[in-house]
């Protein structure tokens, strides 16, 4: 994780900072070739509720993609294969939802590319409002 590339972190953590709490949740690795090129959360606990999650449902944190692989499509394709990782090693989970920084347009785009669907609540987050999204497994 120490050569995990990330700086700019105006919407998400470091895998190193996201990774000291884990109670209830599960850190995810996309590799390629032995190297870590995304990460991301699936935390189980109580936050889910805040973003209208039930509890069959995981909240997707921390997202990221290593710099160096930015613009690759490893970030699609990391979503992409979530469903399929969760039916097999989660499978009493049903949903997957996440709230995504208005000003994060970017990562909007991705995810409803990647069949999330925008829900019609919002949060108050740490850097402005955010969206909900959410895709049923």
Same mark, same amino acid.
């Given at each position: 994780m120490q050569s995990y590339q990330l700086t700019d972190l105006k919407f998400? =953590?470091?895998p190193k900072e996201a990774v000291a709490d884990l109670e209830n949740r599960y850190a995810i690795l @996309? /590799? *390629?070739e032995h190297q870590i090129v995304t990460f991301?959360? /699936?935390d189980a606990g109580e936050k889910k509720y805040t973003y209208g999650g039930q509890p069959d449902s995981l909240?997707?944190?921390s997202? =990221?993609?290593d710099e160096s692989f930015q613009m690759r499509g490893y970030g699609r394709q990391? /979503?992409?294969l979530l469903p399929d990782f969760i039916r097999e090693h989660l499978p009493m989970y049903k949903s997957i939802i996440l709230g995504v920084n208005e000003r994060n347009q970017v990562a909007s785009y991705l995810y409803q590319e990647t069949g999330f669907s925008k829900q019609p609540q919002r949060i108050l987050g740490l850097? @402005?409002?955010q969206e909900v999204? *959410?895709?049923k497994i």
């Open positions: 998400t =953590s470091h @996309g /590799l *390629e991301l959360i /699936l909240l997707l944190r997202f =990221s993609t990391t /979503l992409k850097a @402005g409002c999204y *959410e895709l």
